[in-house]
């Protein structure tokens, strides 16, 4: 891949300057000028298409020139069932910043998205709906929030990311595998079982791919949903958060009836959740991760709420 610095421009004086260091598809790249609450900022998105080294580059020569730095395509921690689970080898790359704050989105999905599934039950009314949630370990709000709401719902974690065709109909088992299973998954890489570079873009039918046409809804990662999709999704609902122009063409192309971001779109784009953790501790001026009380309070402060989009 070229250079990813290679005329990269910081932000204009007055102005905050989030960058999201991305191990996905340097395609999806974006740079997006905003203003909120008075305030004007820059958000950006670089993708290294699977290539840690660069990510840690990245993360080196931009760090204390930026005020947040997001982590996109993988995780740094994990939050499920009240515990906190931390991949060490993102935890490796992470270190390579040692002034900006890293934010991976793990703290904001857990309140974000518990909040945009109750916002939307007038909508849907989940107990009439049956939802695939491809991978719900590394969005548990969203998974609780689903289940306290009434829906029948399959979690395919161990469909999706450990190719064993077991549905998680509930939420009791699904905190159990996550206690079992997530000790071990997060000393592995997180690329064995989530895409990064290239195979965000690519598509595989197989165990998996009888549950989409059971649901009524596909919730979750965007590169998990489009990943394991058959061709033909008409009627379907999505519930996701990161999407590009391409995404919506890609939607549409299949037959996606109705596609619901958890957040309103910033510019040209709907950004990842680590993207939008960054924003709200540069909003904040604070130089770390922020309490659920105060993103409730940003995310309300900001107005967020779901987007719906009739496809």
């Known amino acids: 891949m070229s250079d990813p610095l290679s ?27 905003i203003n909120v609450l008075g305030q004007p900022f820059i958000l950006e998105r670089i993708g290294t298409d699977g290539d840690s080294a660069q990510a840690a580059r990245l ?11 997001g982590l996109g395509g993988a995780d740094l921690y994990v939050i499920a069932g009240g515990r906190r689970y931390t991949f060490g080898n993102v935890k490796k790359l992470v270190a390579n910043a ?17 909040e945009a599934v109750a916002q939307l039950d007038p909508l849907l009314d989940w107990r009439t709906q049956r939802v695939l949630m491809v991978s719900a370990v590394d969005r548990f709000g969203m998974a609780e929030a689903l289940a306290e709401h009434g829906a029948d719902v399959v979690y395919g974690d161990l469909i999706f990311g450990l190719n064993i065709d077991r549905p998680i109909r ?21 690329d064995w079982f989530y895409p990064t ?24 990662d ?19 958060q990161t999407i590009t122009e391409a995404d919506r063409q890609w ?40 309490s659920e009380e105060e993103y409730r309070h940003y995310i309300g402060a900001v107005g967020f709420k779901p987007e719906v989009n009739e496809l």
């Open 7 to 33: 005329g990269w421009q910081p932000a204009p004086a007055g102005f905050k300057h989030v960058v999201s260091v991305s191990l996905g598809n340097s395609g999806r790249n974006a740079r997006e000028e």
């Open 59 to 69: 993360f080196r020569e931009l760090d204390g020139r930026v005020d947040a730095f």
């Open 98 to 114: 040692k002034i900006t704050p890293v934010l991976d989105g793990s703290g904001l999905k857990n309140t974000l998205e518990r």
């Open 170 to 190: 509930n939420i009791g088992t699904l905190r159990q595998v996550a206690r079992l299973a997530l000790p071990v998954l997060t000393t592995l890489p997180q």
């Open 197 to 220: 570079g290239d195979k965000q873009e690519q598509s595989v039918e197989g165990k998996g791919t009888r549950y989409y046409t059971w649901a009524d809804v596909l919730a979750g």
């Open 222 to 240: 965007t590169h998990y949903v489009k990943r394991y999709a058959p061709r033909d999704l008409r009627g379907k609902t999505v519930l996701t």
């Open 251 to 290: 939607m549409q192309k299949r037959g996606v009836t109705r596609l619901i971001t958890t957040t309103p779109r910033m510019g040209k784009r709907n950004f990842a959740t680590n993207v939008l953790e960054a924003f709200f501790v540069a909003l904040s001026g604070k130089r770390g991760a922020l």
